[in-house]
């Protein structure tokens, strides 16, 4: 199982920024894929996730109708589009595999997203 992130950078303040999250070695449809984000000095929390087989998702308050998980099977790719960036966003942000929601297995190396004018 290989997670390598890319797409973070610096943003302005309401900016927006689209995060990719390739994935090698399983199969999304059988997996819980999710985004979780570790600003510094505070504990890593769960952005968002989305349960490949039904098609549901979840988002943590902070994010919802700014933030959308999607997947993109045949490229076997999960992103993650950030609208409005506030510098409250400004994290390292990581993809995960799990098996349930919010029980992450495997994790990709992170990308830097940083919100600031």
């Known amino acids: 199982v290989h997670l390598v992130e890319s797409g973070g950078g610096l943003v302005q303040p309401g900016g927006s920024l689209r995060l990719s999250c390739a994935a090698s070695?399983?199969?999304?449809?059988?997996?819980?894929m999710s985004w979780y984000r570790q600003a510094p000095g505070k504990e890593r929390e769960l952005v968002a996730s989305?349960?490949?087989?039904?098609?549901?998702?979840y988002y943590a308050e902070s994010v919802k109708g700014r933030f959308t998980i999607s997947v993109d099977s045949a490229k076997n790719t999960l992103y993650l589009r950030m609208n409005n960036l506030m510098p409250e966003d400004t994290a390292m942000y990581y993809c995960?595999?799990?098996?349930?929601?919010?029980?992450?297995?495997?994790w990709g190396q992170g990308t830097q997203v940083t919100v600031s004018s």
């Open positions: 070695g399983f199969t999304f449809s059988n997996y819980f």
């Open positions: 995960a595999r799990g098996t349930s929601w919010n029980d992450p297995v495997n």
């Open positions: 989305l349960n490949s087989a039904g098609g549901t998702t």
